[in-house]
């Protein structure tokens, strides 16, 4: 999917929220390794991460050119800072209306408005591809995250104890929530 769309941040940095390339890849790829060793609330560790740099770029080409998934960068000053998407939960037909949610952003960048921004965009680009139902995990300990998803009108529908193991703190609980589009 295509989206572009430019912001100012609350810190008064601008920046450009764009569908990634295949251009993109070595960027997206570092910026992968930079977040996922960032925090613990993330899926994966950077030496999990299943792409090099070649096949990111190959995935992001992939989900410009698609009509139904995004994989959307946030750039200020040219920089790979975060990046957020939305991937179909299946093509069966009794799952096709939904839709997954996945964001990551550098830390030096936390609490500037990019992840309401990546959040929007995916929304948009959700209702967008006809999706009903949006849906994402949520560490239980990740208040920001949890605050931010509710505000936009995610809803809890369920919860895991043991959802993640962390190699940091053992069992984390996931929260499953979901927002109707």
Sequence with gaps: MKY??????????????????????QAVFENF???????????????????????????????????????????VDGRVVGTAGIEAVGKKHKVCH????????????????????????????????????LELNVVSENERAISMYKKAGFVEYGRNPKGFRSRISGFQEVIYMRLEL
Excluded at 4 to 25: A, H, Q, S
Excluded at 52 to 64: I, Y
Excluded at 98 to 121: D, H, T
Aim: with cysteine; net charge negative; charged share 25%.
């Design 33 to 75: 390794n930079l977040t996922h060793g960032q925090t613990d609330f993330l899926l994966s560790y950077p030496d999990e991460n299943s792409f090099d740099a070649a096949q990111e770029g190959r995935f992001l080409e992939e989900k410009s050119a698609s009509k139904n998934e995004a994989e959307i960068l946030a750039l």
């Design 98 to 133: 939904r839709a997954e949610l996945g964001i990551g952003i550098a830390r030096e960048f936390w609490g500037v408005g990019i992840g309401q921004a990546l959040l929007a965009a995916c929304i948009e680009c959700a209702r967008e591809a006809g999706y009903v139902q």
């Design 4 to 25: 572009n769309k430019t912001i100012t941040l609350k810190n008064g940095m601008e920046c450009c929220l764009r569908n990634g390339t295949e251009k993109d890849g």
